[in-house]
């Protein structure tokens, strides 16, 4: 992706990320964890991204992923913006959002290396 992605270019996603150990049982015993998958946490996440130059994203989500029917997904995901997301930490959050910019030119990341993983990081809460 970032050969391919232009100077100046963005890369918008979306992602599942770990969030809690409550998340991961039920991932590991209801969900995609049982065959495998595995979820980065926002701040791995982000580490991975940080070869394009900036990083800005949001993390959100806590309870909406239990809910069984698209009915009770939506009344949690209702709870987790007006309540959930306002007094917990981001890496509880089981989703990232963001986009990430390629810088203009030749990538300074490139000329360093050892600084991969500590990127511009621009992170907003979830409103």
């Known amino acids: 992706m970032h050969r391919a992605l232009k100077p100046g270019g963005e890369l918008w996603f979306a992602e599942n990320a770990a969030g809690t150990r409550i998340h991961s049982f039920f991932r590991t015993h209801f969900g995609w964890g049982r065959k495998g998958c595995s979820y ?26 239990f809910g069984r029917s698209e009915r009770q997904r939506r009344v949690l995901g209702a709870v987790d913006q007006a309540l ?33 993983g500590t ?9």
């Open 40 to 65: 980065l946490s926002s701040e791995d996440a982000v580490g991975l991204l940080s070869a394009f130059g900036t990083v800005d994203y949001t993390t959100l989500g806590i309870l909406g992923g």
């Open 84 to 116: 959930c997301e306002r007094v917990t930490p981001e890496g509880w959050r089981y989703i990232i959002t963001g986009v990430v910019r390629k810088n203009a030119g030749r990538c300074p990341r490139e000329e360093h290396p050892e600084e991969i």
């Open 119 to 127: 990127p511009n990081t621009v992170y907003h809460a979830a409103h």
